[in-house]
């Protein structure tokens, strides 16, 4: 099939926000920008997590319309276009309903960046965006909005659920379960008193190091 190997990274990345617990039944989805492509691979609407094949995976022009598949693309599909259309530089996009970041977004709250994790990460809160309805441009208008000019790669739509961007779809998928990694402990740390705000001189000192330094890095 046509773009087979991003049909195969798209495909093998839904089964991370299984495997992370990021998504109940069929919610949630995944998308990459076909490299060199006015296209992207989403995965099919409704259709059960332990069914979807890099065959069973639907291809996008970057107006959300199908071009190639056997099957409905996501309900989320205009969203991820408008972002593709409105952010060049992304070429991944997640969405979730994860527990505890959902827990946020329907407070209507934006995460603080009270752990270090989360300036490395996140390089400060985790924003809300706007309730928007499913289907139309309003997810992606509220994601382009938020996001743009923000280091965060994700943010809570209120109401709702995590939507992540990314360099690939997996730096998306990272910073999904990295939202709700984070999600889940500033929560528990509300539970057991006021967390302590990072300043801001310090935040910006681990997410340089996090994003620059660390890890592995290829000298060749
Ligand atoms: O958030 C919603 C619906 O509220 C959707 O994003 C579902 O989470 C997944 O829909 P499909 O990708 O299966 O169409």
Redesign the pocket.
Known sequence: MIHQETRETVCRLHAELVRYNLVAW????VSERVPGEDLFVI?P???SYDELTPEAMVVCDLQGELVEGDYAP???TAAHAYVYRHMPEVNGVV?T?STYASAWAARGEAIPCVLTAMADEFGGEIPVGPFAL?GGDDIGKGIVETLTGHRSPALLMQN??VFTIGGSAKAAVKAAVMCEDVARTVHVARQLGTPIPIEQHHIDHLYDRYQNVYGQRSHL
């Open positions: 069929t919610a949630g989805n995965k609407s409704g259709v996501s309900s989320d969405h309903h499913i709702h659920g």
